[in-house]
């Protein structure tokens, strides 16, 4: 069984800041992946970034980056330079086997 | 333009009225699935499709049903339908398997009485 777990229910960050929402995982498969969606007041779903279990390096899209460390079973999902359109709740998942598990979320909120 | 849609966005129903909410994706993609979202709880997986005629169970299907009679639908069924149902329900879609990214509808907000 896949597991994740988001220890952090709310956040604050400065704006230009840079923040780091936590991400532990479990799971017994050799194969999977983690993901990283944002959610905000509207109430859409956008992915943000992908890390597959077997990728080497970190993945990174524009100002997020994903720090994979395997051993430790965290995915962390870095935000630099947080701008007030970052304020939304962040969901850590994975999936492996046609299924997804989704943490509970972060929410962030990001300071003028 | 690429999207996945849901229908009805908003319901409020009674306990044990039959209801269907609608999900259509025109990606052509194999992989379809239906999460609900609870406060503290993030989404939760109830069922998935692999493709056409191809469904099975995730994390909390008691008390749906679904179909996938063609690539493009995937209905969520509530038969009949109790307040702990009461939560916001995204469909999502990716092209191959739940490895891919998802791509959401813009979720179907469902209160029982």
């Known amino acids: 069984a896949q597991k994740i777990t988001q220890t952090q229910p709310g956040m604050f960050v400065q704006e230009k800041e840079a923040v780091t929402l936590d991400c532990t995982y479990d799971?017994?498969?050799?194969?999977?992946?983690l993901f990283w969606y944002k959610q905000p007041s509207s109430g859409e779903m956008i992915f943000l970034i992908y890390q597959g279990s077997y990728d080497e390096q970190n993945a990174t899209e524009g100002r997020y980056s994903l720090n994979f460390q395997k051993a430790r079973k965290s995915a962390n999902l870095v935000i630099s330079a947080s701008q007030l359109g970052d304020s939304a709740m962040y969901f850590c998942a994975i999936a492996g086997g046609f299924k997804t598990i989704f943490g509970a979320g972060t929410r962030l909120f990001v300071k003028a | 333009e690429a999207q996945v849609t849901q229908n009805p966005r908003y319901l409020i129903t009674v306990t044990g009225k039959k209801l269907t909410v609608t999900c259509s994706q025109n990606m052509n993609h194999e992989y379809m699935s239906w999460y609900r979202q609870d406060p503290g709880l993030g989404l939760r997986q109830i069922y998935y499709s692999m493709n056409v005629e191809v469904t099975d169970k995730g994390d909390v299907p008691e008390g749906y049903k679904v179909s996938r009679k063609e690539k493009r639908n995937f209905p969520l069924i509530l038969e009949s339908p109790s307040p702990n149902q009461t939560s916001l329900y995204f469909c999502a879609s990716s092209p191959r398997d739940s490895l891919d990214v998802l791509t959401f509808g813009a979720g179907s907000r469902l209160t029982v009485l």
């Open positions: 799971t017994s498969d050799q194969s999977y992946g």
